[in-house]
């Protein structure tokens, strides 16, 4: 299948998205592909996942990966996710956004997926994707599994976002600003999340796109929507007491992120073998393409008349 350009038909009251970004989170791939856990065939599931992504069928302007690539930051395990994600990206013709989350190692990170000196600086970029900005921050902390941003890199982002993009900013990192119900994520949260507020209070940042949690979940920051995708390798299972969660391997998901001139939509992609029906074809849109807004209404909204 040929992918197409992202935006799609539209037949209601907005016009259609302006980008297209997919959003994956949490791949933590391992050195020889060894069980995660001894239990999750992390490639396996990246490649389901990719699979799904694939099936799509569109052109996306970018796709994310908000951190924990890997599990333990092995040369090899970052090797291994180039080596199934590259391919992928190239045929797709969409840039790949790297994240770092604070299952990953900075140097190994940086060498491996970036070409750069395997140093502990902060995994940081700043990309144009047609005019909406996209910044990659780095909420990792070496040694440690929480979450911060330290002074040096709030004042990059602030220099950053001292001029607005045409069509706004999105912010990319590991840690969500959000709160979790699961008790162990609240020990390993974004610390001095003020801060953060802060530094994007008055820009023009529209959304915030992050990970860390392995399961989907949305809120708000400081005003602005956050965003979190689940994992690709393993979900937390929230079927249970927040005090018990634990991860399953199912349920795995990524989002379709829409950019529209007024708002943002995160779409959770289920990453599922389930029979689907095919009423819905592109012969379907076309036929309803050819109709007048009212003919649409009447082929498609118009219920049966009621016996009773
Ligand atoms: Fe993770
Ligand atoms: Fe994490």
């Given at each position: 299948m040929v992918p197409t350009p992202a935006a799609s038909v539209s037949f209601g009251q907005h016009p259609p998205a302006r980008r297209t970004i997919v959003h994956l989170s949490d791949t933590h791939l391992l050195a020889g592909n060894a069980p995660l856990g001894g239990r999750y065939d992390t490639e396996a599931n990246l490649a389901e996942t990719l699979r799904a992504v694939e099936a799509l069928g569109i052109r996306p302007d970018a796709l994310v990966f908000t951190g924990d690539l890997t599990d333990l930051g092995e040369p090899d395990a970052y090797r291994r996710l180039r080596a199934a994600v590259d391919p992928v990206a190239e045929r797709l013709d969409a840039p790949l956004i790297w994240v770092a989350g604070n299952h990953d190692e900075r140097p190994a990170l940086r060498e491996a997926m970036l070409g750069l000196a395997p140093t502990e600086e902060p995994v940081t970029g700043v990309w144009d994707l047609g005019g909406l900005r996209l910044i990659a921050l780095d909420t990792s902390v070496p040694g440690w599994h929480h979450g911060d941003l330290d002074a040096a890199q709030l004042r990059w982002l602030r220099d950053v976002l001292s001029t607005a993009a045409p069509l706004g900013t999105l912010l990319a990192l590991h840690h969500p600003p959000l709160p979790s119900h699961v008790p162990l994520f609240d020990i390993l949260e974004l610390r001095d999340q003020g801060r953060l507020a802060e530094a994007i209070e008055?820009?023009?940042?529209?959304g915030i796109l992050a990970g860390h949690l392995h399961y989907s979940t949305s809120g708000t920051f400081a005003g602005v929507p956050v965003s979190v995708a689940a994992a690709t390798c393993y979900t937390m299972n929230l079927a249970r007491p927040g005090d018990a969660v634990n991860g399953m391997d199912a349920g795995q998901s990524f989002h379709l992120v829409h950019v529209y001139d007024d708002t943002i939509t995160h779409s959770v992609v289920p990453v599922t073998q389930a029979p689907t029906g095919d009423y819905f074809s592109a012969e379907w849109v076309e036929r309803m393409a050819r109709l007048s807004p009212e003919q649409r209404l009447e082929e498609f909204s118009r219920k049966p008349p009621r016996n009773d």
């Open positions: 008055g820009t023009d940042v529209r």
